[in-house]
């Protein structure tokens, strides 16, 4: 195991970082802001958009170390380097076009570090982008960096895998209703490599999350974990498990490696 000294630590948000009343636990606030201050790098690798994670780091006493978005798409690393990967907008009106036909109840793009949900009219929402706007912008050259589908069921969820299955993307799942597209590669482990800029190993990483976007990462680092809340299939390849996202794991996580590193 690496010293504790040489470690970095990364968490999702949902389910992970923050408990149901989305907060951060006041332990885990006082933790994150010791374990800065002791010269260690803490980042966030999440699936929410850049303005989404603010939203929650906003509670931090200091600023996360480097910032993993949208599952990878969106990359500021330790050295303070920003990184964007997009669909771009042949495989976004192809993806589209597919998912359209499914029983979606929501779909949201992130254009320009937005997220937009998709209507099929146009509405005052600021949040909003009509179809027709959309499928404009993708032919005048706008990219979009991920899709987000709100399914009407989690048993959707293989029939949109099934259907997606030969385009050149990333699908994954965040929750048990959401299926989120990338581009091709692109994941929260791509992102955390990104956002060390290859200078620091990932032996040295120490990664905590919930979902199945997670796994992938969790299961390339020097020490994963899983909180209590996790899926099973994640549960199954971590390292440790922790307690939920209601107890504050991050305080858990940093006291049981600084025994083990005794």
């Known amino acids: 195991m690496q010293h504790l000294n040489d470690q970095i630590l990364c968490s999702d948000i949902d389910g992970t970082l923050i408990s149901d009343s989305k907060r951060v636990a006041p332990q885990d606030v006082k933790a994150l802001a010791t374990w800065q201050k002791d010269g260690h790098l803490f980042g966030i690798t999440s699936g929410r958009s850049l303005d989404g994670i603010k939203m929650i780091t ?10 993993v978005a949208l599952n990878g798409a969106y990359v ?3 050295t ?10 042949m495989i976004s ?6 998912i359209r036909q499914l029983p979606a109840e929501k779909i949201i793009v992130n254009i320009n570090r937005q997220s937009l949900q998709m209507v099929q009219r146009g509405t005052n929402g600021r949040t909003e982008i009509d179809e027709a706007s959309l499928l404009q912008q993708l032919e005048d050259g706008m990219e ?17 895998y099934d259907q997606l299955s030969s385009s050149p993307v990333e699908v994954t799942t965040s929750d048990d209703r959401y299926i989120e597209i990338m581009q091709q590669g692109i994941s929260k482990l791509s992102g955390l490599k990104t956002a060390l800029e290859r200078q620091i190993p990932l032996e040295q990483v120490i990664a905590v999350g919930d ?43 940093l006291n049981e490696q600084r025994r083990m590193n005794r």
Not at 58 to 67: S, W
Not at 144 to 160: E, P
Not at 237 to 249: E, K, L, M, R, W
């Open 58 to 67: 906003r509670q931090l006493e200091r600023e996360p170390d480097f910032i």
């Open 76 to 78: 500021s690393s330790i």
């Open 80 to 89: 303070g380097n920003i990184y964007e990967s997009n669909l771009g907008n």
């Open 93 to 98: 009106r192809q993806v589209l076009a597919i």
């Open 144 to 160: 979009v960096a991920k899709i987000t589908v709100l399914l009407k069921s989690s048993d959707d969820s293989q029939l949109f």
């Open 211 to 253: 979902y199945l976007n997670d796994i992938a990462m969790i299961r390339a680092v020097g020490a994963g974990y899983a909180v209590e809340n996790a899926r099973p299939e994640l549960k199954r390849v971590t390292d440790y498990q922790t307690v939920s996202h209601n107890a504050g794991p991050i305080s858990h996580i």
